[in-house]
């Protein structure tokens, strides 16, 4: 049974949609405060079950919130959403290469009616807790989108499907590491608690200020860097898979639902 | 990443494997204990998506461990073991009737070279959790098989699968109810909170000393029925969508693996 928000809420998240839907494009993170923000990744029919096998063995970096299956296009955790036009930003793939970016894949639906779309939870949906626990979230006081980083994890392969776990970073002030630890970890359908506290070489990170997604962090005096499996890990496995086709949306422009991020904590 | 139990836990569901393989067919409640059991539900390969797709949309029901891919008959969750014959008790069903029940499934296995195995969450793994804190388990008192019960409640459709909620229930003394939620609550990968609590008319369940699987309960004074969703769903979603052959477990006769219950405690 899915649970929406109120209607004050819900208001938000629908005009954030109309924006997007009609060719507005920024990044979500702080958007409709509250309410969960999804990944997409949408594929081949030929590719789901492979797809959604590979979100079954890496839970943490990608928690299935629901699968749009092949001739619908609303999401249950959105009524009346349009899941070909409702992200502000779509990346557009040909086996394994990105070859594009649009605010409307609808042509892609067009080209592919046998899309199966999966919304993987977002860790942007556990930051409700942690601002609300007064730990800082770097990245929304900057305006910028979390930074985001390809690792040296192997994820378990499904099928066809394998690649690397990516995952997003916070600066958590020393003292509070631990809160973060334990108010993420109480969201286990949307990545949980942290995959990797400090240290960013043993997790194949050379460089924290080059990610490879998102824009660059600003770690402060007495910060450690959090890393936290994110919901960009299957675009990394489309890259090293290479798919015939696929749609995601791009890193930061989320698909943003009617559901509150209290629905996620157990 | 799996992680599994220490030599001795092994050992003791080592050797509960290799007796069910011998052709030992006892309930599994309090055997190996610990160590987390498992349903099972193997499905044609063209039914795999759709399966896994219910799973989806019925977590708390059908919370899926691992799956078994065509060929494959060893769980990662139990090396060496051999999921054809390691189940004390297995159902074999064709067109959604059960046909016969058999120690061993490898004649099954041999007919549809091409089934799919899923390994579902058991309540038996937060019941550890209620033991630890002091909550009597009244069928493991007694040495009987859980009662479980068909609902009025519908689980969310997939494709061809559909079916209502089967739930475990357990009598709970009234002043820890409470504990018992929030204990079986950290336990989301098995089936987690409970699903109802009292009332057993206004889920459908019309006597309760009369369940439709396992043994009838012994409900003393000042006790509550508190229900669970039960990894026996899938049965009934093969009773009510009839696919053409599936094999199960039989309600009670779980498949123990190698990995600890704490594993699932979030």
Avoid at 70 to 80: D, I, K, N, T
Avoid at 96 to 113: F, I, K, M, R, V
Avoid at 129 to 158: F, K, S, W
Wanted: glycine content about 8%.
């Amino acid at each position: 049974m899915v649970v929406l928000a109120t209607s004050v809420q819900v208001t938000a998240a629908r005009a954030a949609r109309e924006a997007y839907r009609a060719g507005h494009a920024t990044p979500t993170s702080g958007i409709a405060a509250g309410l969960t923000q999804a990944n997409l990744i949408a594929v081949p029919a030929d590719w789901a079950f492979e797809t959604l096998l590979y979100a079954q063995r890496n839970p943490k970096p990608c928690p299935v919130l629901e699968v749009i299956e092949p001739g619908q296009v609303e999401s249950v955790l959105a009524p009346g959403s349009d899941i070909r036009t409702d992200i502000g930003r779509y990346r557009i793939w040909r086996d394994g290469e990105l070859t594009s970016e649009t605010t409307d894949a609808t042509a892609a639906w067009e080209e592919h009616p046998d899309l199966v779309a999966f919304l993987i939870g977002c860790s942007f949906t556990f930051e409700t807790g942690l601002v609300d626990a007064g730990i800082p979230i770097r990245h929304q006081e900057l305006g910028r989108n979390v930074p985001m980083y390809r690792t040296n994890i192997d994820c378990t392969p499904a099928g066809r499907l394998r690649g690397e776990m990516v995952v997003s970073m916070r600066p958590i002030p020393a003292g509070r590491v631990a809160d973060a630890v334990q108010i993420s970890g109480r969201t286990p359908a949307v990545h949980g608690a942290p995959v990797h506290i400090g240290d960013p070489a043993s997790l194949g990170v050379a460089d924290l200020s080059r990610p490879d997604f998102g824009d660059a962090p600003e770690m402060r005096e007495g910060e450690i860097p959090v890393f936290w499996a994110c919901g960009v890990t299957p675009q990394a496995a489309i890259m090293a898979s290479k798919p015939p086709f696929a749609v995601t949306h791009a890193p930061g422009y989320m698909f943003i639902t009617d559901v509150p991020d209290a629905e996620y904590i157990v």
